[in-house]
């Protein structure tokens, strides 16, 4: 008998992206002063960043002042992507970065986005972008250099806080092999792939989004697997939007033998991936972005 494909629930999204760092303080002012967050809410060595208008973070920080270093994978992080509402705001974002002097690393055309490329103090790469109205159909990645000056007509201003239209948009991963990565987040956690048109990236997504993750191959992640010891990533949280799709999940991770905690007071599903990198997955009770 056929049995259908499982997929993930198409209301999910990115809610989170957690941290270990070992500078809270300089940590803290990058994404405060710099990415333009706010507080929400500190408790012992952790501190939980997002925006002014909603409740859920964006960010959290988890400080580990003896945590080993991972300067080449980032404990399975290759960036953060934080997506603004209009392309108003990316231009006054890139004003605000110039006139704190604030080194922009890159700045870019994918085609379906603009982005700027920025690290924090401890090298975790963050990309903010703004999407372009393109259909999914025509989602194929570029890597042009992007018209600054074209951008910087829209707006003179620079940028005062995010609003609450800014959420993570997508996450990019490191992985040690990347055909069981895919295979792992489109068949087990039921994720769409949307690109295959690069070797060593898998764009994935759990709607019509252009992606939500992206697996990108690491030759040193063969050696050096993300763990709770190193420094960078230590879990990304997707949302689902509902009870029935948490349990939809459950019941296909049983159905495929796959090992995963739950904690059903938080409603929040925990499951590792190939490299060991931690995916979260919680009920939020409506949406957030």
């Not at 005062?160 to 087990?188: C, M, P, R, W």
């Not at 063969?222 to 230590?234: F, N, S, T, V």
Request: without cysteine; glycine residues 6%.
């Amino acid at each position: 008998m056929f049995m259908q494909k499982f997929l993930i629930d198409q209301e999910t999204f990115i809610g989170s992206v957690a941290l270990k760092v070992r500078d809270m303080e300089k940590q803290l002012a990058f994404y405060t002063d710099v990415l333009k967050l706010a507080i929400l809410n500190e408790e012992n060595d952790m501190a939980f960043l997002g925006t002014r208008g909603r409740k859920s973070p964006l960010i959290a920080l988890l400080e580990e002042p003896g945590a080993l270093p991972s300067p080449y994978t980032h404990n399975g992080l290759n960036h953060i992507g934080i997506k603004v509402k209009t392309r108003q705001q990316l231009a006054e974002f890139l004003n605000y970065l110039e006139s704190i002097n604030y080194p922009v690393l890159e700045t870019l055309d994918y085609g379906f986005a603009e982005v700027l490329v920025i690290k924090d103090p401890e090298f975790n790469v963050v990309k903010i972008y703004w999407d372009r109205e393109i259909g999914i159909e025509n989602f194929t990645p570029e890597n042009r250099p992007l018209d600054v000056e074209d951008l910087k007509k829209v707006s003179t201003e620079t940028l005062l806080e995010l609003d609450s239209k800014t959420v993570v948009g997508h996450v990019q991963l490191n992985v040690s092999d990347i055909e069981k990565s895919e295979a792992f987040y489109k068949d087990v956690l039921g994720f769409k792939l949307r690109n295959t048109d690069y070797r060593s990236v898998r764009y994935l997504s759990g709607n019509d989004y252009h992606h939500h993750v992206s697996l990108r191959h690491s030759q040193i992640l063969e050696l050096d697997k993300p763990d709770d010891e190193h420094m960078g990533l230590d879990y990304v949280t997707f949302h689902l939007q509902h009870d029935q799709a948490m349990q939809h999940l459950k019941e296909h991770l049983d159905e495929m033998g796959i090992d995963y905690f739950y904690n059903k007071g938080k409603k929040i599903l925990n499951v590792d991936d190939p490299d060991g990198i931690h995916i979260w997955f919680r009920v939020v009770e409506a949406p957030i972005n």
